[in-house]
């Protein structure tokens, strides 16, 4: 085995391949709005990508997992795999902006997100494929790059 004493690695922004389309679209199994549990507020805020995320998992996947493998990933759907992204975005925006309270975070995250897929589309819902409504979408999918500068929140 070989060892290097000056190891590099690179992130590559914008640089996500995108294979299905129509992409984004809203799961589904999400939730849809608005909830008599909850008042009747109005969710989602926004969409964040959540279907097939390839994430860490703590022990072998398949048939016959190895349980001597200690790097395993499993993808994942889910509430659980839509929420580190949206942490993630809030993560940038805190540092570039750090006097902005939650309140102004959440601005910016509502109203920088995108209402229209890859190809310029409305967002469809995989559920009947017709164009997702408010109460499926909110806002629409989370634009990183958009929330950093707003403009307005």
């Known amino acids: 085995m070989m060892s290097n004493s000056t190891p590099t690695a690179a992130i590559k922004f914008n640089y996500a391949q995108y294979g299905f389309r129509p992409s984004p679209a809203v799961a589904s199994f999400s939730s849809r ?6 008042g009747d507020i109005l969710k989602p805020d926004v969409l964040a990508p959540g279907v097939n995320i390839l994430a860490a998992w ?67 819902d995989e559920a009947d494929n017709k164009t997702a409504g408010v109460y499926t979408t909110g806002a629409g999918q989370v634009n990183p790059a958009g929330a950093m500068d707003p403009g307005f929140i």
């Open 33 to 38: 709005g608005p909830s008599e549990m909850n």
């Open 58 to 124: 703590p022990s072998g996947v398949g048939p016959n997992p190895n349980p001597f493998i200690l790097k395993n990933f499993n993808y994942e759907s889910g509430t659980s795999m839509a929420a580190p992204h949206v942490s993630g975005i809030i993560a940038l925006i805190k540092y570039k902006h750090k006097q902005w309270s939650p309140a102004a975070i959440q601005s910016a995250i509502i109203t920088s997100a995108k209402e229209l897929d890859l190809d310029g589309n409305p967002i469809k």
